[in-house]
């Protein structure tokens, strides 16, 4: 009998791959299931970028293999678009790595950093892959709690009473997913700070900034956070590339140089046409933000509606293209209340718990859903 690894003890199957099965499985028995549970983007890329990878395939070297640290345009466009959007200066030669989502780039910087039995302080509640790929490399996830009650930004306090001797890297993610806290420069400040202070790497997960929020920010605008900084970026929502599979990781040469290190050992370079057509979105000018989120407005006050009958709170000021909702009182297993709506209303929403135990009482809507289906969903309940 072939034995499988230890590792895989650590983790279980992620929650959308096995729930989305028993989604499909209503939907093949003819159930009307209108899914609100997953942030991939339904919108299309900008037509230019279409037009860049179908042009591109007719280029000489389009179907090699590519370099992995991916086409000098591409790192190029890259540093521009940080430049531009946040008057971040990065060396595109050495400062910047793009990735193939910035998913991968959780995995790679793991890798690159943390041996067996490091500590990583992880959001709660916070992304799952950042714990699920901490035990997988062998390291001690330490979970630290985003409270509403401080907006969903870490007490430094509470951080500073930790054992953080065998601390190595820490992650962050604002605009945060899954709470649409914005985060701001102060706090970065201070995550800088307290990263110098115990030689942590702080890892700034950064896909969401363009979405819903009108001051997109980096971590690597504060003053010396490329020395104990990295971020992750992605197209995936900016750009409505999410099956494109495109990301980037921005900080010190050194420190990209130890990713890049363990990505030219796992994988090869980005296919070629995906590069150019990443190329003109990067080049893609504030317009383009605007009309986007002109669409994400409309569904977002839907959703509020929806939120509205269902007796929950949310923050109206929150970012990107999730709300996120506490139960009325009363209700306070979201797992069994997502199930009860799966069931009873055909709605599938994402219970908070997945995200961690202070997602206990919340639940998630996404916003990657056209109007007249939340408008379906709001007729389900009025």
């Known amino acids: 009998m072939i034995v499988t690894a230890n590792r895989l003890n650590t983790v279980e199957e992620y929650y959308f791959s096995s729930k989305l099965r028993e989604v499909r499985e209503l939907i093949s028995h003819g159930k009307p299931i209108i899914n609100m549970g997953i942030g991939s983007p339904d919108l299309k890329p900008s037509k230019l970028v279409v037009e860049a990878i179908q042009n591109a395939m007719n280029d000489a070297v389009a179907h090699q293999y590519q370099s992995y640290q991916g086409l000098p345009e591409l790192r190029k466009g890259m540093a521009d678009f940080y430049k531009k959007f946040f008057n971040v200066d990065a060396d595109f030669n050495t400062e910047i790595l793009p ?79 899954p709470t649409g806290a914005s985060g701001n420069l102060d706090l970065f400040k201070k995550l800088v700070a307290f990263a110098k202070k115990h030689q942590i790497l702080v890892v700034n997960d950064n896909p969401y900034s363009f979405v819903l929020n009108d001051n997109p920010i980096s971590i690597l605008q504060v003053d010396g956070a490329k020395e104990v900084a990295l971020e992750l970026n992605s197209l995936s929502k900016t750009f409505n590339m999410s099956g494109w599979r495109v990301g980037m990781v921005v900080g010190n040469s050194k420190l990209i140089d130890a990713v890049l290190k363990v990505k030219s050992n796992m994988d090869s370079g980005m296919f070629y046409g995906i590069q150019k057509g990443a190329i003109q979105a990067l080049k893609l000018d504030k317009s383009w933000f605007e009309e986007q989120n002109l669409i994400y407005k409309k569904r977002r006050d839907l959703a509020f509606k929806l939120a509205d009958l269902l007796k929950c709170s949310y923050d109206k000021n929150s970012v990107g293209m999730f709300v996120w909702a506490k139960l009325p009182s009363g209700i306070s297993d979201a797992e069994a209340y997502v199930n009860q709506l799966l069931y009873e209303k055909d709605l599938f929403i994402t219970p908070g718990t997945i995200f961690g135990t202070n997602g206990e009482g919340y639940i998630r809507f996404s916003l990657c859903i056209d109007e007249e289906k939340i408008k379906e969903v709001l007729k389900r309940f009025q």
Not at 110 to 121: I, M, P, Q, R, Y
């Open 99 to 177: 990735l193939m989502g910035s998913k991968e780039g959780i995995m790679h910087i793991s890798l690159a950093f943390l041996n067996e039995g490091d500590g990583v302080l992880i959001p709660n509640p916070g992304y799952p892959t950042y714990s699920s790929v901490t035990n997988l490399v062998g390291a001690k996830p330490i979970f630290y709690d985003l409270k509403a009650e401080k907006n969903w930004e870490p007490n430094f306090e509470a951080l500073e009473n930790l054992d953080l001797s065998k601390v190595k890297l820490m992650w962050v993610n604002y605009p945060n997913m």
